[in-house]
C-alpha cells in the first residue's frame, strides 16, 4: 500500500511538472509573441517615419526642381532678349559704313577710326562708360603696321578735332590694347565748350578728326557728314 501511495504521489508530481513547464512555455511565446509584435511596430513606426523623410525630401526636390526651372526659364528669356539685340551682317555693315573710317595705309600704318556717337552705342547695346562719353567726344583708333613700335605714337599731341570749322584740342588718350604693331586707344575731345555749349548739335554739318605726324605723314584726315542716317 506504502509503495502504490508512493508511485501515484510520484505520478502526480510529474504532471505537477509538465504543467509548469508548458505554463513556462506559453508565457515564453506570448512573450515572444508580444516582442515580435512590438518589433513589428517600431519597425512600422522606423518605415513610417523614412516614408515621411522621403516625402519631405521629395517634395524638396520638387521645389528645387521648381525652382531650377524658374532659373532656366529666366535664362532662356534673357538669351531671348540678347537675341533680339543680335544684328545682321547687312545691319552691322551699315553702322560700320556710318560710323568708322579707315586712311590709305601710308607709309605702312594703316588707321581705322570709330566714333562712338551716342547713335552708335545706342545701335549696338555697348556700355558708353567703356569709351568715357558721359563728358565727352570720343574716338577709338586701331592702328596697324607691320614693323616698328607704333606705341611711341601720342594722339593728344598731334591730333586735332574740327566741329563745322571749330578747333576742339584732345582731352587723353587712353590705351586699351598696348600692342607694338596692333594698338587701340581712346581720344576723347571735349563734349561741350568753355561755356558749357554743346559742340555737337542738330545743326552740326561735319566733323573731322585729323591726325599729325604718324610714322611720318603730315595729316591724315577722317570725316563724319551729319547727321548720321541709318536705317535699322
Same mark, same amino acid.
Given at each position: ?19 509548469? !513547464?508548458?505554463?513556462?512555455?506559453? #508565457?515564453?511565446? +506570448?512573450?515572444?509573441? $508580444? %516582442?515580435? /509584435?512590438?518589433?513589428?511596430?517600431? =519597425? ?21 526642381? !521648381?525652382?531650377?526651372?524658374?532659373? #532656366?526659364?529666366? +535664362?532662356?528669356?534673357? $538669351? %531671348?532678349? /540678347?537675341?533680339?539685340?543680335?544684328? =545682321? ?50 574716338f577709338v583708333l586701331f592702328m596697324t603696321t607691320h614693323s616698328g613700335n607704333l606705341l611711341d605714337y601720342n594722339p593728344v599731341n598731334n591730333a586735332e578735332l574740327f566741329v563745322d570749322g571749330k ?22 575731345f571735349p563734349r561741350a565748350d568753355i561755356d558749357g555749349n554743346s559742340l555737337i548739335t542738330d545743326e552740326t554739318k561735319e566733323l573731322k578728326l ?23
Open positions: 500500500m506504502i509503495i502504490k501511495s508512493k508511485t501515484k504521489i510520484g505520478i502526480l508530481i510529474l504532471i505537477l511538472i509538465i504543467l509548469v !513547464s508548458i505554463t513556462a512555455c506559453s #508565457k515564453s511565446t +506570448e512573450q515572444a509573441t $508580444l %516582442a515580435e /509584435e512590438n518589433g513589428e511596430l517600431s =519597425s512600422s513606426d522606423t518605415v513610417n517615419d523614412n516614408g515621411n523623410a522621403e516625402a519631405n525630401q521629395s517634395t524638396e526636390d520638387l521645389q528645387d526642381n !521648381s525652382n531650377g526651372y524658374d532659373e #532656366k526659364t529666366q +535664362e532662356s528669356q534673357d $538669351l %531671348a532678349d /540678347e537675341d533680339k539685340k543680335k544684328l =545682321s551682317v547687312s545691319e552691322m555693315r551699315e553702322i560700320q559704313d556710318a560710323f568708322f573710317r579707315r586712311d590709305q595705309g601710308q607709309a605702312g600704318v594703316w588707321v581705322d577710326t570709330l566714333w562712338a556717337a551716342d547713335k552708335y552705342l545706342e545701335l549696338t547695346g555697348k556700355n558708353p562708360q567703356e569709351f568715357g562719353t558721359h563728358d565727352a567726344i570720343s578747333s576742339v584740342q584732345p582731352l587723353d588718350w587712353t590705351l586699351t590694347s598696348e600692342s607694338t604693331h596692333h594698338p587701340v586707344g581712346i581720344l576723347r585729323v591726325l599729325k605726324n604718324l610714322r611720318g605723314v603730315q595729316e591724315r584726315t577722317f570725316i563724319w557728314e551729319l547727321p548720321i542716317e541709318v536705317d535699322i
